[in-house]
């Protein structure tokens, strides 16, 4: 078993910053792969960021040159700076992590960015 949780999340103003952290514990051999998701209402979640199981990162298009994922192996956690921030950053941001056949999600942190 593995569980996840997220935090970092918060209220600013558009241009601002907010880091998200998400920690796993339990059975985790490593932090590779793991990912963060987002989530609007009426939406699907969407793949913003992560390390693949080779330990390379990927980004939305949207994101690109915002925001940075970054790990800590030795804490199990994996962050996630949220540079220049845009109202439609706003959503719920969901870490994600899938080993031995299955996948785990966190609670989820709300991220809400004003205009």
């Known amino acids: 078993q593995v569980q996840l949780v997220e935090s970092g999340g918060g209220l600013v103003q558009a241009g601002g910053s907010l880091r998200l952290s998400c920690a796993a514990s339990?059975?985790?051999?490593?932090?590779?792969?793991m990912t963060w998701y987002r989530q609007v209402p009426g939406k699907q979640r969407e793949l913003v960021a992560g390390?693949?199981?080779?330990?390379?990162?990927i980004y939305a298009d949207s994101v690109k040159g915002r925001f940075t994922i970054s790990g800590d192996n030795t804490k199990n956690t994996v962050y996630l700076q949220m540079n220049s921030l845009k109202p439609e950053d706003t959503a719920v941001y969901y870490c994600?992590?899938?080993?031995?056949?299955?996948?785990?999600w966190g609670q989820g942190t709300q991220v809400t960015v004003s205009s």
């Open positions: 339990g059975s985790i051999f490593s932090i590779n792969p």
């Open positions: 390390f693949t199981r080779a330990g390379s990162t």
């Open positions: 994600n992590k899938c080993q031995q056949l299955r996948c785990y």
